[in-house]
């Protein structure tokens, strides 16, 4: 099936630092979005990117949609500690329309930020 | 206010026992979702449904169960036929073309 890929699975920063997460994929998909897990809780909606090309910020964090749509990637500017967490890529591909908006995820980069 | 309440926080399960774990939205959304998340693994995505009374397996719906009876409740047994149950459940829920929003998990261990 498709995947999407993230990596490195772990990453750490000091804090102010910028960092760069990217999603990629083998095949092409129609909507990307970006998620934030805290521990111990659910995954926590950042952005949402539904055309190729888009490049949509929200605070310190901004995120675009590939122009061949198999990928994306999200920045975060500088960083606090609250920052940590795990950073969820999730696509959603061509041939699930209507109430169906069943997506693909990546694994997930925790990141680290140090003070 | 509204979102997606799953309940409970912590389950614990006996060898050979069936447990239910509850998940409830009031934001009138039509599609619902349970997923297993194990360490460095992602979301796996177990059953979904687009509308009461119907749902789809995922990819590892194997020694689980749902049921669709309500358009805000989505409830996942996880059945004995389950023989590696530990993980962190969650479930989440959509409109049409609008992206997933989760609950704040069901974290499942064995006794």
């Known amino acids: 099936g498709q995947q999407l890929n993230q990596s490195p699975q772990s990453m750490f920063i000091q804090e102010g630092e910028d960092v760069s997460m990217n999603c990629t994929s083998s095949s092409i998909f129609n909507t990307w979005l970006w998620y934030k897990q805290d521990p111990g809780e659910g995954p926590v909606l950042l952005i949402a990117l539904y055309k190729a090309g888009e490049l949509t910020s929200n605070g310190r964090l901004t995120a675009q949609f590939g122009i061949t749509r198999k990928d994306s990637f999200l920045n975060i500017s500088a960083s606090i500690p609250s920052d940590v967490g795990i950073y969820f890529c999730a696509g959603r591909p061509p041939n699930y329309t209507g109430a169906n908006s069943k997506l693909t995820f990546g694994k997930g980069i925790t990141l680290s930020v140090r003070p | 206010d509204g979102g997606i309440t799953q309940s409970p926080k912590y389950l614990f399960r006996k060898e050979g026992q069936n447990v239910t774990l509850s998940c409830e939205q009031n934001l009138n959304h039509d599609a619902m979702y349970w997923y297993r998340q194990d360490p460095g693994q992602g979301l796996r995505l177990i059953y979904y449904?687009?509308?009461?009374?119907?749902?789809q397996k995922g990819d590892i719906a194997e020694g689980y169960s749902v049921s669709r009876e309500k358009k805000e409740s989505f409830p996942l047994t996880v059945t004995s036929a389950q023989k590696n149950p530990t993980a962190f459940y969650l479930c989440a829920s959509s409109i049409e073309y609008q992206p997933q929003h989760f609950g704040d998990g069901t974290r499942l261990s064995i006794l």
């Open positions: 449904s687009q509308i009461v009374n119907d749902f």
